[in-house]
């Protein structure tokens, strides 16, 4: 409802923004981070050539009826590069060895519609072009495409990921993922290490203009000392929803167009109606501050640089060539029988693309 009218007016907006760059390929504008090697925007240009069209055309179906999962395949993508790279391991149901990156407690509430979207694209992809689409692609294009229908920018995915054979301990999970309690110390850092700065941390912060949390994700903030960085009235009203610690509920990540994917995420850092620490310390930190100004008064720069950083993030530790295997079932590793198939699978792939 809300959706469709906010929607289509932003599409408009973004359409007239993109109109300046149009003769360059819109992810090439400026200066695009390094493709890594065995990636390709055109990788499946022969061998599956309405890729693209077939997962936007299933997700604006999906997201007319509950907006709300664009924001968690946005997360489950972060999710999946984060961890192990970009290589569809989170999407690996656990196993009798341990428990998969999808139990880890960070996880927490990654949505579980969102790996029945993934696996159905695949299916549905599959059909189109057979075994041929990596389930991390898939969900790098899902990712993007939740950006856009939620009114964000449009851009240009590398691809030609491999999925990976197993998933990431929990611990592993873990060390990876720094929890909504960290200052920005501790998030800079955590981010260095996956060659992302400081511009790169408060760009894809930004994927918070959208999407929803779980009280017990920030009530830290709120009990039994009310954190002196929240905005007072934010405060009360965040206890409302969130009278216990250990509440259920939820509340939107951006009050002021939780559904939009725009620059007030920032404006509300401005205002101190950041959720987590490690959001509102990024417009305490002098370090990180220019930047969160310089996003909530330019939504053109903001959504520039978020692109940009999405396009390195999805780049982070992949497998390309014969590393890995397309999964038949994102959820499951192939079977040895299946990988048999598979490599028959991938010979008749690379006759395809190259
Ligand atoms: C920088 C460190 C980050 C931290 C500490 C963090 C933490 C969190 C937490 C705690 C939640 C709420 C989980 C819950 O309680 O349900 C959340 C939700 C979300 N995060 Fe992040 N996040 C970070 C980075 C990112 C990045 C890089 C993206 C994407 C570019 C992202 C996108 C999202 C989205 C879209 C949601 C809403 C999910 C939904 O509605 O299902 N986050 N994040
Ligand atoms: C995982 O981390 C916990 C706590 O830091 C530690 O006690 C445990 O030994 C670790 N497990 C593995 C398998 O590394
Ligand atoms: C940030 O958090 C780390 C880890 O909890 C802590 O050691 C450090 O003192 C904090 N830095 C600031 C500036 O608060
Ligand atoms: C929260 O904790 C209280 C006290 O320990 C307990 O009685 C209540 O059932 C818990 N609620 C939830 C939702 O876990
Ligand atoms: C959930 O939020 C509502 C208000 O939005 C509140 O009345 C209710 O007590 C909350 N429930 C829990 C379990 O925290
Ligand atoms: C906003 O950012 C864009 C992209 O960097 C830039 O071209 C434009 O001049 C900026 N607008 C203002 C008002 O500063
Ligand atoms: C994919 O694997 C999961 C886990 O084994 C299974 O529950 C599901 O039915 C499989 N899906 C398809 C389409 O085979
Ligand atoms: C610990 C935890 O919350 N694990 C959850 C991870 O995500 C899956 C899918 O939503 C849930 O089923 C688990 O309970």
């Not at 299933?58 to 961890?83: E, P, S, T, W, Y």
């Not at 216990?244 to 404006?267: A, E, G, H, I």
Request: charged letters at 20%.
């Amino acid at each position: 409802m809300g959706f469709s009218s906010s929607s289509s007016i932003s599409v408009l907006l973004i359409s007239s923004l993109l109109l300046g760059s149009y003769y360059c390929s819109v992810s090439e504008a400026q200066t695009t981070p390094p493709l890594v090697k065995g990636l390709s925007w055109t990788y499946y240009k022969s061998s599956c050539p309405d890729l693209e069209s077939i997962v936007r055309k299933q997700l604006k179906k999906v997201f007319k009826n509950d907006i709300g999962q664009a924001a968690g395949l946005l997360r489950l993508h972060f999710h999946d590069c984060f961890v192990q790279g970009c290589d569809g391991s989170v999407l690996l149901d656990g196993s009798a060895s341990g428990p998969s990156e999808k139990d880890a407690p960070p996880n927490l509430s990654l949505r579980a519609e969102a790996f029945e979207i993934i696996n159905d694209l695949r299916s549905r992809v599959h059909k189109e072009c057979g075994q041929v689409v990596s389930c991390s692609d898939i969900t790098a294009l899902a990712a993007r495409d939740s950006v856009f229908l939620s009114g964000g920018p449009d851009y240009n995915v590398p691809l030609g990921r491999r999925d990976g054979l197993s998933f990431a301990t929990r611990n592993e999970t873990l060390a990876n993922l720094p929890a909504p309690s960290s200052n920005a110390t501790t998030i800079l850092n955590s981010l260095a290490t996956k060659n992302l700065d400081a511009t790169d941390v408060v760009a894809l912060s930004g994927g918070h203009t959208i999407g929803i949390s779980h009280c017990t994700s920030f009530t830290e903030r709120l009990y039994p000392t009310q954190d002196s960085s929240m905005d007072k009235t934010f405060a009360k009203n965040l206890k409302v929803i969130c009278p216990v610690l250990n509440s259920t509920n939820t509340t939107v990540l951006d009050l002021r167009s939780p559904d939009l994917f725009d620059n007030k995420y920032y404006v509300d850092l401005m205002n101190r109606q950041g959720l987590f620490t490690s959001d509102q310390d990024l417009y305490t930190d002098k370090r990180t501050r220019s930047i969160v100004t310089s996003f909530a008064v330019n939504q053109t720069l903001f959504f520039e640089k978020f692109v940009l950083s999405m396009i390195k993030m999805s780049q982070l530790s992949v497998l390309t060539g014969t590393q890995g295997e397309i999964r038949a079932n994102c959820s499951v590793k192939n079977s040895a029988s299946v990988d048999l198939w598979s490599v028959v699978d991938e010979e008749e792939e690379s006759k395809a693309v190259f």
